[in-house]
């Protein structure tokens, strides 16, 4: 079907006004990062980012940040991987009723459930750990990983797993050799977004971590805010400092997000 000029012309319209009104906070962070601070002199102040740095300690929050991160996506993308293939490939006794159960996951906000988590926690002594601010986000991310891996592993051809069962290899070679590297867009994209979802979780590791000692980015940048409310160049910064590792991640994995993004778009 052709598409008339009119149409072409209002298409690069709607697009360029969305575009505007996503990067206009973008560009208002980036401009006050580089600004004057209070007191300064005029003109573009690149140092703004190493004072921040500096001040704000943001090395051991980046840090703690990146550990969790890892955690919660190696783990997380792992087992939904294990379950996504149980689910999308198998026919098991209670497999009807147990998904839902995993939908639970996606479905329960944190809000809901963190005191009652920190008490269990504290009880085993887990607070103040990685793994009192992991595992929980590691169960969130389960929920989600199983139905998106689910979905992805009935997309694919059937055909795929019975030829691989005819060559007398079992669920778990099927599983490594075959229908993961099939499915390379949507694992990354269940990995950046399993990702992102991590290194912004809040909630979870201001309440699970009392002492600050596995003080995260969200948390290191919150703190720093309370500190230099006035200043708007240092919290600019400051913000740039901690969105910056998953610009840069999204950035070398957007040619597969998009593609997952958009082969997901068209399945359950």
């Known amino acids: 079907m ?24 973008v560009l208002t962070i980036l401009r006050d990062a580089f600004s004057p601070r209070i007191g300064a002199a ?31 996506v190696v783990v997380s993308v792992a087992l939904s991987l294990g379950t996504g293939y149980a689910f999308g490939t198998m026919r098991f006794p209670g497999s009807r009723a147990l998904f839902p159960l995993f939908l ?16 269990d926690l504290r009880t085993v002594g887990l607070t ?26 009935r997309a694919l051809p059937q055909s795929l797993v019975e030829a691989s069962a005819l060559d007398g290899a079992g669920p778990l070679r099927t599983l490594l050799r075959i229908l993961v590297p099939a499915s390379r867009p949507a694992i990354v994209t269940l990995v950046v977004l399993v990702g992102l979802w991590t290194w912004n979780e809040f ?36 913000a740039i400092i901690v969105a910056a590792p998953m610009l840069i991640l999204f950035l070398v994995l957007q040619r597969h997000f998009i593609r997952g993004m958009i082969d997901g778009a068209s399945k359950e």
Do not use: C, K
């Open 2 to 25: 052709r598409v008339s000029t009119a149409e072409r012309t209002m298409n690069y319209v709607v697009l360029a006004a969305f575009a505007v009104f996503a990067l206009f906070p």
């Open 42 to 72: 005029g003109g573009i102040h690149p140092e703004n980012l190493i004072d921040a740095w500096r001040i704000g300690g943001f090395g051991a929050s980046l840090g703690n940040s990146l550990v969790v991160a890892l955690i919660v």
């Open 104 to 119: 639970l996951g996606l479905m329960i906000p944190a809000e809901a459930i963190v005191i009652p988590l920190f008490y």
């Open 128 to 153: 103040d750990t990685y793994a009192a601010i992991a595992l929980p986000q590691i169960a969130q991310s389960i929920a989600f990983g199983t139905f998106w891996m689910r979905a992805q592993f």
């Open 203 to 238: 909630l979870i590791a201001l309440v699970m971590t009392p002492s600050g000692r596995h003080r995260t980015a969200p948390l290191g940048l919150a703190n720093f805010q309370g500190q230099y409310t006035a200043d708007n160049a240092l919290l600019a910064a400051g």
